[in-house]
């Protein structure tokens, strides 16, 4: 079993920045990727970047610039800077580990007020 715990969520003016940290723990073969995703309300949950054991990333087009994800392999980590937040940032973020499965974490609030 796999588990994904995320930290680094919190509330933040507009212009602002935050690093989201999300460890990996347990029965872990191979990983495809690591990524970031987040849920506004009301709204479908959206990819926001991702990072594959190659080390190739994708950006959605409204984070591209501002977000960075990276990744310390030796821990099984995967972070996501944001820089220059805006209140449409304003989400849950939740972190993905692809291997043979799909793997969720539980979720980071991030607000940005304005």
């Known amino acids: 079993q796999v588990q994904l715990v995320e930290s680094g969520g919190g509330l933040v003016q507009a212009g602002g920045s935050l690093r989201l940290s999300c460890a990996a723990s347990?029965?872990?073969?191979?990983?495809?990727?690591m990524g970031w995703y987040r849920q506004a309300p009301g709204k479908q949950r959206e990819l926001v970047a991702t990072l594959t054991s190659g080390g190739s990333t994708n950006y959605a087009d409204s984070v591209a610039g501002r977000f960075t994800i990276s990744k310390d392999n030796a821990k099984n980590t995967v972070y996501l800077q944001m820089n220059s937040l805006k209140p449409e940032d304003t989400a849950v973020y939740y972190c993905n580990l692809d291997s043979f499965n799909s793997y969720w974490g539980q979720g980071t609030q991030v607000t940005v007020s304005s």
């Open positions: 347990g029965t872990i073969f191979s990983i495809n990727a």
